[in-house]
């Protein structure tokens, strides 16, 4: 194949745009006598004009080459064997060409279901076959330092130019390879405000199931991509559109048939998240999957109740169920699924203002999150609004302000209606309480 090639003199990118680090990699892979290119997302946004953030290198050194040229290097991954050189916080992922399906090396290093998923991907070939496994035609483009040229095999200059993501290949045979492929091209779609070719956007409804198969564990990395890139509206837009976001979150769909005001808290909370990455403040999939799974629990509370189950122990096994199921579809570490039950556990000391406890609760350390989801929950429609605009004032009064807060609380004399005691029909905390073990009283004889 020959490439079209895009001279130094005809596009924006030089050396000043680019991670010295991954320089570095160039200049002694190439001196070490192999080929290597900066390659996919950092060539594409250079030549958008956005400034890349991760810097990726494609090369004919084969993985243990690589390591023996740089000490800092270290060989991960089994589907796909990559290698990260570290410089300090920057890591550099280096990949060596691979090489098309057809051959006899390819028969002894690859690997397919037999739904044609992709299991292994170890078959080294040349730039231009490399260029022919990637996925998109814009993330093909190939940036070299011996000519500071751009390589493009598969078009994807011309579909730059026109900001059209089109995926190489037969989409159907590619997306059943890799189904993340699918949740890729939504995002890159919302992310740079490209169309999706016609051939890359028709097979997505139908092959939407094919998510089924892949890793719950790779799915919670793709959906931490999806929703925490700055897009996370547009592109949650895009994986309803096509179906893909039953996939990821299936008792949340559900909820929207049944929640009038489920899809509005989902949108409004992707609509805070993409406000908070933009002002560069901290965002946590804590939250994030708080709010997403909040409507799917609330609904189960409602099915369990009305098959007689009283409503806190209802909401209890409700809450279980539904992180139950979605961990069937993308796992979510304990160090997020722990604070997301306290934010949810908290919704219920919110409403209680009486004595001590609104004193408590502004202490706990989930007390902000908890606060923010209320807000959420009151934006949304789910509950009246005013019990935020009294947390609201309780925060920023002085002691004297917040004791007659309280006072008038427990005096009937508040302007917010909120029963204090009442339970609620939301989760509950899921912890158990401990049972009091009983004294044992010596028998005769016994001490």
């Known amino acids: ?91 550099i992922e280096v990949t060596t060409f691979r090489g098309g399906h057809d051959t006899e090396m390819a028969e002894r290093h690859s690997q397919q279901s037999e739904e044609g ?29 011996r000519d ?36 890729r091209a939504v995002r890159f779609a919302s992310k740079l405000d490209f169309t999706l070719a016609p ?24 959906v931490l991509k999806l929703f925490l890139s700055g897009y996370a509206l547009s592109t949650y837009q895009g994986l309803r559109r096509y179906g893909l976001f039953a996939m990821l979150f299936p008792g949340t769909e559900e909820s929207f048939a049944q929640l009038s005001w489920a899809e509005k808290m989902v949108e409004q ?52 169920q539904v992180l139950n199921r979605q961990l069937q579809h993308t796992s979510i570490p304990k160090r997020f699924s722990l604070p997301m039950r306290e934010i949810w556990d908290m919704q219920l000391m919110l409403p209680r203002r009486r004595g001590k406890r609104p004193y408590q609760t502004l202490t706990h350390q989930r007390f902000r999150a908890a606060y923010d989801f209320l807000l959420l929950r009151e934006t949304a429609g789910e509950i009246a609004s005013g019990l935020g605009l009294w947390w609201t004032r309780f925060q920023e009064a002085s002691e004297t302000q917040q004791r007659e807060m309280v006072q008038k609380v427990e005096q009937g004399q508040d302007d917010i209606a909120v029963d204090d005691d009442a339970p609620e029909s939301m989760p509950m905390p899921s912890r158990k309480p401990r049972r009091r073990r009983r004294r044992r009283t010596p028998r005769d004889g016994q001490e």
């Not at 998109?136 to 330092?145: D, K, M, P």
């Not at 999957?289 to 629990?297: E, I, Q, R, S, V």
Request: one cysteine or more; a negative charge.
């Open 1 to 91: 194949m020959t490439p079209t090639i895009l001279p130094r003199d005809q596009h924006p990118i030089s050396r000043r745009m680019l991670s010295e680090n991954a320089l570095k990699v160039l200049y002694r892979l190439n001196q070490a006598g192999f080929e290597a290119y900066l390659v996919g997302g950092c060539v594409r946004d250079s030549l958008l004009g956005q400034v890349p953030k991760d810097f990726d290198v494609a090369t004919s050194a084969t993985p243990e080459q690589v390591r023996n040229v740089f000490r800092n290097a270290r060989l991960i991954g089994r589907r796909f064997r990559i290698v990260h050189v570290r410089f300090g916080r920057e890591i």
């Open 117 to 145: 998923l992709l299991l292994r991907d170890n078959v080294w070939g040349s730039v231009d076959e490399d260029a022919l496994r990637r996925d998109f035609t814009v993330n093909a483009l190939y940036y070299s330092v």
């Open 148 to 183: 500071f040229a751009i390589h493009d095999w598969t078009g994807g200059l011309e579909d730059l130019e026109h900001r059209v993501l089109r995926l190489i290949g037969d989409p159907d045979l590619r997306y059943r390879e890799d189904p993340v492929r699918m949740l």
């Open 199 to 222: 051939e890359t956007e028709s097979p997505l409804a139908d092959c939407a199931p094919l998510l089924l198969q892949i890793p719950s564990a790779r799915l919670f990395e793709e």
């Open 269 to 320: 909370a992707l609509i805070n998240t993409d406000e908070r990455i933009r002002a560069d403040k901290p965002v946590t999939p804590a939250f994030l999957y708080a709010a997403l799974l909040w409507p799917a629990t609330v609904a189960q509370t409602a099915q369990l109740i009305d098959e007689g189950i009283p409503p806190v122990p209802a909401a209890q096994q409700a809450s279980q």
